[in-house]
């Protein structure tokens, strides 16, 4: 079993910026792909970005050239770098990993608003 657990969200104005962080229990944390989803409410969760086990990444088109993920094996931990929020950023961000099985995160509340 893989215990993931997210920090760093928050409230934060638009415009503003954000850095979320996901945390692994696992030493294979290095095989695994793993990715930030959001759920805002009353809305689908939906794949924000993702970052395979040789760092290639893709992001969902709302959130290019805004958001960064980026992961560290030595700290088994991941990273979502989010700049220029939008209000329609606010959600509860998970975090997945994926590779022999799915693991989820308990999820962070980010809340953009002014």
């Known amino acids: 079993q893989v215990q993931l657990v997210e920090s760093g969200g928050g409230l934060v104005q638009p415009g503003g910026s954000l850095r979320v962080s996901c945390a692994a229990s696992?030493?294979?944390?290095?095989?695994?792909?793993m990715a930030w989803y959001r759920q805002a409410p009353g809305k689908q969760r939906e794949l924000v970005a993702e970052?395979?086990?040789?760092?290639?990444?893709d992001y969902v088109d709302s959130v290019k050239g805004r958001f960064t993920i980026s992961r560290d094996n030595g700290k088994k931990t991941i990273y979502l770098q989010m700049n220029s929020l939008k209000p329609e950023d606010t959600a509860v961000y998970y975090c997945?990993?994926?590779?022999?099985?799915?693991?989820w995160g308990q999820g962070t509340q980010v809340t953009v608003s002014s």
């Open positions: 997945n990993a994926r590779w022999n099985n799915i693991y």
């Open positions: 696992t030493d294979f944390f290095h095989f695994y792909t």
């Open positions: 970052i395979s086990r040789d760092s290639v990444t």
